[in-house]
């Protein structure tokens, strides 16, 4: 999405931990209905687990503006578990995508607009975290796209490639998820404690393998590797 007025924060934001919740995703705490443009599945905590990312807003308690993120706090009987939404000042806002902007293997968000009441703002993410990996697939421009649209990959323990059981995360190269938002076309994983992992490309014909690799990194995989 392409801005004219732009505002990068100093006041970050990061996550807190609240009393895990079931969310109702048709947006109705308390009996209160917010208008919600999109939703996103990151893992802004890097812990491993995606989080859930709204197009609200809402004000801390120091009245700072903050995007609304849902912690994933973990299954109980198989049911990923919420951290609790706030229940008032909350805003619509137009879209939020999630790209690393900085490069420090946190997912940043971007609240973006096109009213020309609103600004636009751009998070950083300084939340306390675990390891990461980020991973993109080139292809030959022929019969694979250059950005690696399409391609699957899968993070495994290492040592268990292409083992179910010891499956760390799954992330497809899309460049469009979300309301009126884009992607880079790249996979970004948050792995926690994990310090090493195999890594499996799936891609039209193609099976790419990379195996001990060792995370807190960006990877770059081509069909010929
Ligand atoms: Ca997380
Ligand atoms: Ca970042």
Not at 66 to 74: A, I, T
Not at 137 to 163: F, S, W
Not at 167 to 173: I, Q, W
């Amino acid at each position: 999405m392409l801005s004219s007025r732009f505002r990068y924060l100093p006041d970050h934001f990061s996550l807190s931990s609240n009393q895990a919740v079931r969310l109702d995703m048709r947006g109705e705490p308390e009996n209160k209905r917010h208008r919600v443009s999109m939703a996103l599945f990151a893992d802004l905590d890097n812990n491993g687990r995606r989080d859930i990312l709204l197009a609200m807003t809402h004000l801390d308690e120091e009245d700072r503006l903050q995007p609304l993120v849902l912690r994933n706090e973990g299954n109980t009987d198989g049911i990923p578990q919420f951290s609790a939404p706030p229940l008032d000042k909350l805003a619509f806002y137009c879209t939020m995508p999630t790209a690393d902007f900085d490069r420090d293997g946190r997912m940043d968000v971007f609240m973006a607009t096109w009213h020309d009441t609103l600004d636009n703002y751009l998070f950083r993410n300084v939340t306390d975290g675990g390891n990461y990996l980020t991973v993109s697939v080139e292809g030959n421009g022929e019969n694979y796209n250059l950005m690696g649209i399409g391609a699957v990959i899968r993070l495994y323990e290492t040592g268990h490639v292409n083992e179910d059981d010891h499956l760390l995360g799954r992330g497809d190269v899309v460049i469009g998820q979300g309301y009126s938002s884009g992607d880079e076309a790249r996979v970004h994983f948050g792995l926690g404690y994990v310090e090493s992992c195999d890594v499996a490309v799936s891609w039209q014909e193609a099976e790419i393998i990379k195996e001990k690799v060792k995370v807190n990194r960006h990877l770059t995989l081509k069909p010929e590797d």
